[in-house]
């Protein structure tokens, strides 16, 4: 308390100071004020006294000589003249001195003695003098002249017959020469001044880019951050694509046609008839000791190609699946490298998000990668009882750009639709299951594929070797799930690819491809989904069977472009391309890898296929033109089918 009592005092006396002080200063301005108003009030009231006096003075000179002149001239007699006139001049004195003392003039006078008449006319001379006088106030501002400018229009170079003698005239060519001077001297002053100025720039630019040392703590810093890795990752791989390039830049353009054919451009018409290994990607950081499940061409970026890799059991702290996606102008590392918490399956690139891929794991999940995003799934299906729980082994995306779903089916007979945004649950769900079975009742779906502007049907592979249809929907005649009556039954092992003919041309849109373990492949006619489903049991039989192989045959896969020509992988390696125009029973052009080829995928353009190996290598072969159709080739492939149906 005794604290709080000494802070309260000695805040009381600072204020009482402050009052103080401020009293103080209200004093003395106020005494500044007084002082400087009795200095302007004495300096005019003896200005104006001055001049209040020399104006009595002369009116009172002129008042005073008018009534004695009077008075003489009444008297007519000269000595009154004389006496009037020696009092008119004591009464002018009298009446200034009387005027100036009113008015405050300090003028002492001595009274003159004088005659009862005479004091009798000056009374009556002061009476009529008297004058009231008011004081009055003049400012006078003296502003000039303004000033008139007059220009008059004359010759102001004089004739030489005018020149005033002893002027010396300038010639114009010491004008000119002066001139010239000047303006040499006021170009050099000007660049000495530009160069003062590159000069200082230079310096301050190179004390900028003066090199700093960095710590060894800095260094190791930046060499450990995140954001450093990510750059050099992404500027090494430009610089490996430019230095990548395969370009002949000997070539001369002024030439004829056949002198650049030997370029690798198909200059010749044998050049076009080869099948060639182009690229082989293989990266042992990435693909050691795994093996290519699936590989897929962008529909956007001709150019990548993307490959699914099961798990390294030599790298148990490694991912257990991978997807590499290679670009052709990168060929010793991929582009992209995303993670999986189990083997990939099967992997697709969306053809409505040029940056989304998609892949099916071992363990059921469904996971969708972002090129712009890290190598982690962006969305992944939950390990729940909502979805697969079993191996996917079937993925395709179907529908438009606005309206699109992913189907996928796994080994225990489970079809589900998803939402590529959410895959929290499936938007629709089909068990397939069929009666006949003797052990379960369960479908294991091996491969799957829509024929084209299909959406409400498909037809799948399944592990037993018998292919069926599929409906998602209810329709006439048949009901949504698994038609049993109608199966494509010709396999004696699991069907490992399915796939139907492309839309490049309509009449052949139901046709498909299967190739099965049991190292064959076979050509079907697919029933027409809108019929009716049969009463009873009812196997369809293939159009052709191809059974030129020495091991299983994994993959097969229909020509963009041209309706004959599909390719197939088998075990042993080789990659067949088959034209059924041309032989109906062996491939027209094969190549052999030496390890065994998993899977196929032909690019946009059909004029590259990428097959990928157990080694866990993607090799990229040239087709050049094996897979250009010509204009009778479509009218020659349905003279085939129908001489195979017959």
Known sequence: MDHRREELEKKRAKLAELRRQREERKRTAMQVREQQ????????????????????????????RSPTSQLSTASGTPGISGEASGVGRDRSISSATSIGTQIGSPVPRAPTPMSGANAASVAVAAAAATVEFRSTEMTIFDFPPREKIVYNKEVQTAESGDVTEGVAVVPEEEIERRVREMRDKDEKRRAARDEEERA??????????????LTEEQRAGILESGDFATFVDQKSRIMERALDEEFDFMVDYTLAAGANAGAGVGGDGSSG????????????????????????????????????????????????GVVAVWSLHLRDRPEFVFSAPSDVLRVSFSDFNANIV????????????????????????????GGHTHPVYSLKIVGSTNAHQLISASTDGLVCAWQLDM???????????????????EVSVT???????????????????????????????????????DAYRAHAAPINALNFHPPNAPEFADLFLTASSDWSMRLWRARPAAK?????SADIRPLHVFDAFDDYVYDARWSPAHPAVFA????????????????????????ATGRALNRLSWDRSARRIAAGGVDGSVYVYDVGGLSAPRPDDHLRFANVLRSLAA
């Not at 938007?427 to 003797?438: C, G, S």
């Not at 249809?469 to 799930?481: F, H, L, M, T």
């Open 423 to 441: 895959l929290a649950q499936p938007q629709e769900v089909i068990e397939l299951a069929h009666p006949a079975h003797l052990r379960t009742d």
């Open 37 to 64: 108003q009795q200095q302007q009030t004495s300096t005019g009231s003896r200005v104006d006294s001055q001049d209040i006096n020399d104006l009595v003075n002369s009116l009172v000179g002129e008042r005073a």
């Open 568 to 591: 197939s992988a088998d075990g042993t390696g080789r990659l067949g391309l088959w034209n059924l125009n041309r032989d109906l029973e062996l491939p027209v052009h094969s190549a």
């Open 358 to 385: 998609v892949g099916s794991a071992y363990s059921g999940q469904i996971l969708v990668w972002d090129t712009r995003a890290r190598s982690q799934p962006v969305l992944k299906t939950p390990l729940t009882g």
């Open 273 to 320: 008839e080869r099948l060639e290994l182009a690229h082989a990607f293989h990266d042992d950081k990435v693909t050691r000791n795994r093996s290519v499940m699936d590989v897929t061409w962008s529909s956007r970026f001709p150019e990548l190609v993307a490959a699914a890799y099961n798990r390294n059991p030599m790298a148990p702290n490694e991912a257990d």
């Open 532 to 536: 009716p489903a049969s009463a009873a």
């Open 447 to 485: 491969c799957m594929d829509f024929a084209d502007n299909e959406t409400a049907a498909f037809v799948v592979g399944t592990a037993e070797g018998v292919a069926y249809q599929v409906n998602r929907y209810d329709r006439a005649g048949s009901k949504a799930g698994l038609n049993g009556f």
């Open 200 to 213: 200082r720039r230079a310096a301050e630019a190179a004390k900028e880019k003066e090199t700093k040392r």
